[in-house]
């Protein structure tokens, strides 16, 4: 891995500072003689960013516009997307790498993808996303999450093509809905639980259902996390249960997340009820942020910049103070890291030489403006410039 010293950069928008990386890691102390300089020009030092959340394999980056004419329902976009995907020249291979090179210019360095694994698709989806994974290695750290998006119990086959992607390297057990789309609960929470404990995996649950369904599924969740002593190793992703109304649903169901050790993961989706931010920090929930589907079959928007989410977890939570856009910045570093288990996150000495440059006077203002032109660095690579990925 390179060396490379980083010269007058403001880490986190504090006092100029140079910064020292050696075999992939900060270091304190002077740089070796001849080693690389990368000229930070007094533009902010933030960590990676961590893309917590999204979908690698299907996103329709670099082909024709997809004209959306999708139904209302969960249920519709998820039946739509199996049709479409027979109909375009979606190679899960293709398209995810064409997305992470995407996160990369933007300056994300670590990607948690969930990848679609069903009975009509196999394993095909986790196979060419691992394929970008390794080709990306030094650019990217890329994890892979086994998600059964068309239900798992209700379309037999699905439990054994989980496992067999598990068994090919994908980290993270998906689930889906236990109630709205499995219909069975328990059936569906016990064996995403048994496949973790078995396989030694973390768990990570797209959770759409809404109100008192959506609270029933995360009481069970919480209750298996705790059996399981898997504080640290869950997410539960978009949580809209806990954007209702009633906080004496809500409450309750926050603090035993932060006792239990589970992250939350949000868009602040415009269009739906979703988690209070700052309450989750209030209580201690470890919290982080990812982009979902880009132009996909799903929907039209996205860029895959994290900073923009970091904005939108601003717009839809009213956050407006300096040190609420630094909770903003936080939910899409730090929280991301955390959440994912990524040891040795930041800009200290002993952590992973990633950071991203950014032109702005403070965080909030990185936050608010989204400068482009952004540069990255990933262990102590220089992989994008000028807001654009370099080539490998
Ligand atoms: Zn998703």
Not at 58 to 80: Q, S
């Amino acid at each position: 891995m390179p060396d490379l010293l980083v010269r007058n950069v403001r880490p986190l928008g504090g006092p100029a500072a140079d910064l020292l990386i050696r075999d992939g890691r900060f270091e304190s102390g002077p740089a070796a003689p001849g080693t690389a300089v990368l000229e930070g020009e007094g533009r902010i030092a933030l960590p990676g960013l961590v893309e917590a959340h999204t979908h690698l394999d299907k996103n329709l980056l670099g082909l024709p516009w997809y004209r959306n004419e999708v139904g209302p329902r969960l249920i519709d976009k998820i039946d739509n997307e199996r049709a479409v995907r027979k109909a375009l020249p979606i190679d899960p291979r293709q398209q995810s790498a064409r997305q992470a090179v995407l996160s990369v210019s933007h300056g994300s360095t670590f990607i948690r993808t969930h990848v679609d694994v069903d009975t009509e698709c196999g394993v095909a989806g986790i196979e060419g996303v691992m394929a970008t994974r390794d080709a990306m290695r030094d650019r990217v750290d890329i994890d892979l999450v086994a998600f059964p998006q068309s239900g798992m119990l209700t379309r037999p086959g699905t439990v054994e093509l989980l496992e067999q992607a598990l068994r090919l390297g994908a980290e993270t057990v998906g689930g889906l809905d236990p109630c709205a789309i499995d219909r069975d609960p328990k059936g569906h929470l016990d064996t995403v639980f048994g496949l973790a404990e078995r396989f030694g995996r973390g768990v990570d649950i797209h959770l759409h259902e809404p109100g008192e369904m959506g609270a029933f599924s995360m009481e069970l969740i919480i209750e298996r996390t705790r059996a399981l002593g898997m504080a640290g190793r869950v997410v539960v992703s978009h949580a809209f249960c806990l954007g209702m109304p009633d906080p004496s649903v809500v409450e309750p169901l926050i603090s035993a997340l932060a006792e239990a050790g589970i992250a939350i993961m949000t868009t602040a989706s415009p269009s739906r009820p979703v988690p209070a931010v700052k309450r989750l920090a209030e209580a201690g929930v470890v919290t982080c942020a990812g982009s979902d589907g880009i132009r996909d079959t799903w929907g039209p928007y996205g860029n895959a910049d994290m900073l923009e989410r970091a904005m939108i977890v601003g717009l839809r939570n009213n956050l407006r103070r300096d040190d609420e856009l630094a909770l903003a910045l936080d939910i899409v570093t730090t929280g991301g890291a955390r959440a994912l288990g990524i040891a040795e996150y930041g800009l200290a000495p002993g952590c992973i030489g990633d950071l991203v440059l950014v032109a702005a006077e403070t965080v909030a203002e990185a936050v608010a403006q989204r400068p482009g032109e952004r540069v990255v660095v990933k262990r102590g690579r220089v992989v994008a410039r000028n807001g654009a990925a370099l080539p490998a």
